[in-house]
């Protein structure tokens, strides 16, 4: 869990997403758990298995579509870990919509305060020991046109309608917060 992103960083926004959703209490707390540990040792105990942290944008546009990129065997949104140039997670989040989608243009919901979800996945590491990944998703909104158009005519990125993707519990989040814009 080594990153520029510091835990206290990490700490704070799960903090604030569970002022919102307290109901998620006992699945966030392993990684809770894990960013204090390594926060009061200044280093790692876990023995390489500490949670992983990502951190992705569901990029919505004006016609109420979320973007989503081409996994090789199926459409998802995509993520990545905090690297050296991220000052925050929604830094990643952004990072990873200029990256992979080729779109800097974005804007945020005005009741958007942090992740909109946080989705607690199992993931193998790298030896295939099973661990926790934990997806924190930034909702942020975008004209359609904001995407590179030889992103869209390789079939890479699309637009779908928004309960094509995801859990859910993304659906009922997006609902929700777009019903607060409405």
């Not at 779109?103 to 992740?115: E, I, N, R, S």
Request: charged share 25%.
């Amino acid at each position: 869990m080594a990153m520029s992103v510091g835990e206290s960083s990490i700490a704070k926004e799960i903090n604030g997403y569970l002022h919102h959703h307290p109901d998620e209490t006992a699945a966030l707390m392993p990684l809770f758990d894990a960013l204090l540990d390594h926060s009061r040792l200044g280093r790692c105990s876990h023995h390489g298995r500490c949670p992983s942290v990502r951190a992705g944008a569901v990029l919505v546009d004006e016609q109420q579509r979320a973007l989503a990129l081409w996994h090789g065997k199926r459409w998802g949104f995509t993520e990545d870990s905090p690297n050296d140039s991220d000052m925050s997670l929604s830094d990643t989040a952004i990072r990873v919509l200029r990256e992979n989608y080729g779109v800097c243009d974005v804007w945020t919901p005005p009741a958007a305060d942090g992740p909109l979800l946080i989705e607690v996945l199992a993931a193998d590491d790298p030896e295939g020991e099973p661990r926790k990944r934990y997806g924190f998703r930034y909702l942020y909104y975008a004209h359609s046109g904001a995407v590179l158009p030889s992103m869209e005519k390789t079939g890479h990125v699309r637009w779908f309608p928004l309960d094509h993707l995801g859990s859910p519990l993304l659906h009922e989040r997006l609902r929700m917060q777009l019903t607060a814009l409405a």
